[in-house]
């Protein structure tokens, strides 16, 4: 009898203190929520504006001495800042990807192309090439007086696809996403 109730006694000791133990979990869980709930809705917060006001952009060419920049959303850049902006599609790159470029050209501007190249207000900005490195067929970019709403965007590489081209163009306001600054 005794042995009986000792192995009653352990399983009832082991039993009450599993459930002990569920209930002390639990317990603090609730605690630890309630403790840190301020703490994960602050971040989630933060992380919500950031994610309204500010972005990321990668360089993944070498058009530009810099690969990773900080855009601010929603911010005009002004002439030979950097400029992120949607690609309105078409050639090597599908419709909404980020490029970055330098803000070269405002509207009324004036685009010339002679046999030395382009030249915005009369200063070179660039020589286009016939064919991009992949060997298809570049078309020259629009010449003339820049209108309202566009705007001439440019990398000093050789190889950067900018306003010279075609397929790039004048970008429209309405493809800016905004400034951008590099990081590195």
């Known amino acids: 009898m005794r042995t009986l109730f000792v192995h009653r006694g352990w399983r009832g000791r082991f039993a009450s203190s599993g459930r002990f133990r569920l209930r002390t979990f639990a317990e603090r869980s609730v605690e630890h929520l309630k403790h840190w709930a301020v703490v994960y809705v602050a971040v989630a917060a933060i992380a919500f504006w950031f994610h309204a006001h500010y972005g990321f952009g990668l360089n993944a060419s070498p058009s530009l001495p810099h690969r990773l920049f900080l855009i601010h959303k929603g911010e005009m850049p002004s002439r030979g800042d950097f400029v992120a902006f949607r690609w309105a599609g078409g050639g090597p790159y599908p419709a909404g990807v980020t490029f970055i470029k330098v803000l070269a050209g405002m ?12 030249h915005l207000n009369g200063i070179p900005v660039g020589v286009p090439k016939p064919v991009s490195r992949r060997g298809q067929p570049l078309e020259p970019g629009p010449t003339g007086r820049i209108p309202e709403g566009r705007y001439y965007v ?30 590195f």
């Open 154 to 183: 440019q990398a000093g590489h050789p190889d950067s696809l900018d306003s010279r081209y075609q397929l790039t163009g004048w970008i429209h306001a309405s493809q800016i996403i905004g400034r951008a600054d590099a990081l």
């Open 107 to 118: 509207p009324g501007d004036e685009v010339t192309r002679d046999s030395q190249g382009f």
